[in-house]
């Protein structure tokens, strides 16, 4: 069975400081694709990135970063330079072939100025 | 990109009346969509796979006779909460699979709350 576990529940940071956001799953295919969403307080799921499990490089975009990790089944993200506005509900998601996702319980992460 | 329309955003009913959520693919066909309930600082929850011309496939917990989904065309899902109570005040989200990648495309959400 799938599963994500996201352990941090809350990270407090100030402005300007790095911070990563774990994200540890567990799936029995092979093939399987991972994710990352935003949630702000208005509810909508912003999406961030999609990786396949064949393409373990990590990617960077702007501020934001991914670190794949097959070999200890983890998929992090990382904000570099954190700002008020990253605050938010992050989620990590995977899904096997075919399935719906299935979400981590998400890491509120709150950035003050 | 892929776009998923749902409405309402925000629903108040009465306890025990119905209440209809709709969930629209706008440029694409979608031969399944997803059904996520979402508690207040909680994850989302997948209630039910719903298929094109089939009936929805519900996860286990999930009443099928309470929330019943409908998807009778390969562009609109609808999810309806029937007598529905207090402890069915939620966040309800959709989630069509983008048909051009293997991503995913979320509506906006509805906030139901039942007074």
């Known amino acids: 069975a799938q599963k994500v576990t996201q352990a941090q529940t809350e990270i407090s940071v100030v402005e300007k400081e790095d911070v990563t956001l774990d994200c540890v799953y567990e799936?029995?295919?092979?093939?399987?694709?991972l994710f990352w969403y935003k949630q702000p307080p208005s509810g909508e799921l912003v999406f961030l990135i999609r990786r396949n499990s064949f393409d373990e490089q990590n990617e960077i975009s702007g501020r934001y970063s991914w670190n794949f990790q097959k070999s200890t089944s983890s998929f992090n993200f990382t904000i570099t330079a954190s700002q008020v506005v990253d605050s938010a509900v992050y989620f990590c998601?995977?899904?096997?072939?075919?399935?719906?996702?299935?979400f981590g319980k998400g890491t509120t992460l709150s950035v003050s100025s | 990109g892929a776009v998923v329309s749902q409405h309402p955003s925000r629903v108040i009913c009465k306890s025990g009346t119905s209440v209809k959520i709709e969930c629209r693919s706008l440029d694409f066909q979608a031969t399944t969509m997803f059904w996520y309930r979402q508690f207040p600082k909680q994850s989302l929850m997948l209630m039910a796979t719903?298929?094109?011309?089939?009936?929805?496939?519900?996860e286990q917990g999930v009443e099928k006779d309470k929330f019943l989904i409908n998807h009778a065309s390969l562009t609109l899902s609808t999810l309806t909460v029937t007598s529905a109570h207090p402890e069915d005040s939620s966040f309800y989200i959709c989630s069509a699979r983008d048909p051009g990648s293997y991503g995913y495309t979320f509506g906006s959400g509805t906030r139901l709350t039942v007074v």
């Open positions: 998601a995977l899904s096997e072939t075919g399935t719906a996702l299935i």
């Open positions: 799936t029995r295919d092979t093939t399987y694709y």
């Open positions: 719903s298929n094109e011309g089939s009936k929805a496939t519900y």
